[in-house]
């Protein structure tokens, strides 16, 4: 079961070597994005493409725009 | 949208998945680094200055006027442990006698931007609103420091700020 995090497990996971993955259009990644998050839409989020961008061996964060 | 992605992944075959329950709307809104046009651009979590007067509520307010006397700034930022802010005290309110403690002589609840907003749009509200200051703040209210128009008159219309020295 996907775990929910706040804030500050973010800024811990990433610096301990974590994915942080935008799910959310590329025109809004474009916008704004946490530093050094990747871009993997939900919309696009084939078995594929998540297989050939993600390290299994690493957590993984993905986040949207807000909690709604 | 998050939460169906972080499942999704989990049903892919990866174990270790976790959903920002905040998303990018509370990373910006803590003032934290971001990448992407927004991050080219000049808001006013950048543009903040940091050196503010602050105090706790159980202050005495006597040290707070002797502090402000020593600082460029009209108003003291009242915050708990936290950094959160509480209330604003400015040097006039001390003047008049306000007190004992912060607590006493602040003005409860003043109103705050948070750190995305561009510095094109916090300049045009402030000139529609009269302002000369305003405090920025994360999304959970910790202050992030003291926005002046004077700094987004020079931000945004630097042809401006040499021609127009009575623009504050």
Not at chain 1, 26 to 34: C, F, L, R, T, V
Not at chain 2, 10 to 16: H, M, R, S, V, Y
Not at chain 2, 32 to 60: F, H, K, M, N, Y
Not at chain 2, 133 to 162: M, Q, Y
Request: hydrophobic share 40%.
């Amino acid at each position: 079961m996907p775990k929910t995090i706040g804030r500050e497990d973010v800024r811990r996971l990433a610096a301990a070597g974590a994915q942080i993955v935008d799910v959310l259009p590329p025109e809004e990644y474009a916008h704004a994005h946490i530093a050094g998050a990747m871009s993997l839409p939900l919309k696009e989020l084939t078995p594929e493409l998540a297989r050939a961008r993600l390290d299994p061996n690493r957590p993984i964060v993905v986040y949207c725009y807000d909690p709604t | 949208m998050s939460p169906r992605a972080a499942w999704l992944l989990e049903a892919l075959g990866f174990t270790d998945v976790s959903h920002y329950l905040g998303g990018i709307s509370d990373w910006i809104g803590a003032a934290l680094p971001i990448e992407g046009l927004l991050a080219e651009e000049a808001t006013i979590g950048a543009r903040a200055r940091r050196d503010v007067t602050t105090c706790q509520l159980g202050d005495p307010v006597e040290g707070i006027l002797e502090r402000m006397g020593r600082e460029a700034y009209a108003a003291c930022f009242v915050l708990n442990d936290e950094g959160v802010l509480l209330g604003r005290i400015y040097r006039s309110d001390l003047r008049a006698g306000r007190g004992p403690r912060a607590a006493d002589a602040m003005r409860p609840g003043p109103s705050t931007y948070r750190p995305d907003v561009t510095a094109r749009d916090m300049l045009a509200r402030m000139r529609e609103h009269n302002l000369h200051t305003a405090p920025v703040t994360t999304s959970d209210g910790r202050l992030v420091g003291l926005v002046r128009r004077r700094d987004l008159v020079r931000a945004v219309e630097p042809e401006r700020e040499g021609s127009s020295p009575k623009a504050s």
